[in-house]
């Protein structure tokens, strides 16, 4: 996966800009579908489970 991703960089680099550009947008926009249909008592375990996440990430 990761030298599919190295040829796109090289061969189209703003078509690989769009893409990653596409999942952060992605990602914001779920957590803001989770939080604003959560009940107040289950929104602190999803941003918990989001940070989670985003640490998960940073260590790779």
């Known amino acids: 996966m990761w030298a599919v991703l190295e040829q796109v960089a090289i061969a189209a680099p703003q078509i690989f800009?769009?893409?990653i550009a596409l999942f952060a947008v992605m990602i914001l926009l779920a957590l803001v579908i989770s939080l604003r249909?959560?009940?107040?008592?289950?929104?602190?375990?999803?941003?918990r489970a989001l940070a989670e996440l985003m640490a998960f990430w940073k260590r790779r």
């Open 17 to 19: 800009l769009y893409v």
């Open 37 to 47: 249909k959560a009940e107040a008592a289950e929104r602190p375990e999803i941003i």
